[in-house]
């Protein structure tokens, strides 16, 4: 994914907020964390259920929008950090143990995202976690695959390797390849994974789904 910015997937709010439901259905909410935040379309749907919340916004333009919409909700709960959401993942969610909701709304492959994400940040008990991936949309155009961004844990100083061909049940069953992900970094980072969803748009190029994971 890219440093500089989180490309949104507009395809389907409704069901993207109806996946967010069913997670905070099997959570008591206190502090939501939006990594790609944007105009904060999900985030304003959501904030009222959060004691807290951070939004994360590189673009000046979107973090603008967002902060003026947040002050004509009301919703001063919410802090803005204009910034790189990589940066932020680094230096300020370690201190941010009370989130247990993260939301990574992205249209490109978030998985290494991710990976940062849970070297750097353990919840303090059960998190919800969010995710639009839209790795699955640049499997479906070219049928590549670059393996190691779909890996929860990696060798330290192993080169990344190059895009592969995917194989067909791969590309069928995309949440093959997630659920992989979610066990190996389980395993690495000593969590426990339960509830996992998912939930296809028309045309199944994008992959929404949430999950709840918690310390082992």
């Given at each position: 994914?890219?440093?500089?910015?989180?490309?949104?997937?507009?395809?389907?709010?409704?069901?993207?907020?109806?996946?967010?439901?069913?997670?905070?259905?099997?959570?008591?909410?206190?502090?939501?964390?939006?990594?790609?935040a944007g105009q904060g379309r999900l985030?304003?749907?959501?904030?009222?259920?959060?004691?807290?919340?951070?939004?994360?916004?590189?673009?000046?333009?979107?973090?603008?929008?967002?902060?003026?919409?947040?002050?004509?909700?009301?919703?001063?709960?919410?802090?803005?950090?204009?910034?790189?959401?990589?940066?932020?993942?680094?230096?300020?969610?370690?201190?941010?143990?009370?989130?247990?909701?993260?939301?990574?709304?992205?249209?490109?492959?978030?998985?290494?995202?991710?990976?940062?994400?849970?070297?750097?940040?353990?919840?303090?008990?059960?998190?919800?976690?969010?995710?639009?991936?839209?790795?699955?949309?640049?499997?479906?155009?070219?049928?590549?695959?670059?393996?190691?961004?779909?890996?929860?844990?990696?060798?330290?100083?192993?080169?990344?390797g190059p895009p592969a061909r995917a194989?067909?049940?791969?590309?069928?069953?995309?949440?093959?390849?997630?659920?992989?992900?979610?066990?190996?970094?389980?395993?690495?980072?000593?969590?426990?994974?339960?509830?996992?969803?998912?939930?296809?748009?028309?045309?199944?190029?994008?992959?929404?789904?949430?999950?709840?994971?918690?310390?082992?």
């Amino acid at each position: 994914m890219s440093k500089s910015h989180c490309p949104r997937d507009h395809q389907s709010f409704e069901l993207k907020l109806l996946l967010r439901r069913r997670l905070l259905a099997g959570l008591r909410p206190e502090g939501l964390c939006d990594l790609c935040a944007g105009q904060g379309r999900l985030l304003r749907a959501l904030a009222a259920d959060f004691a807290f919340c951070h939004a994360v916004e590189k673009n000046a333009r979107q973090a603008a929008i967002l902060e003026a919409r947040l002050r004509e909700e009301g919703l001063d709960h919410v802090t803005v950090h204009r910034m790189d959401h990589e940066k932020f993942v680094r230096d300020l969610l370690p201190g941010l143990d009370a989130v247990n909701f993260l939301d990574v709304d992205a249209y490109q492959n978030p998985h290494p995202l991710l990976r940062l994400v849970f070297s750097n940040w353990r919840p303090a008990g059960p998190a919800a976690i969010a995710v639009t991936d839209g790795g699955r949309l640049g499997i479906v155009r070219g049928q590549r695959l670059r393996l190691d961004q779909y890996r929860g844990r990696l060798t330290p100083g192993a080169a990344p390797g190059p895009p592969a061909r995917a194989h067909p049940l791969l590309v069928a069953e995309h949440e093959l390849i997630v659920r992989a992900f979610w066990r190996e970094l389980a395993a690495k980072r000593r969590l426990v994974v339960r509830d996992f969803i998912a939930a296809w748009p028309p045309g199944r190029r994008v992959l929404y789904y949430g999950l709840i994971v918690e310390p082992d």
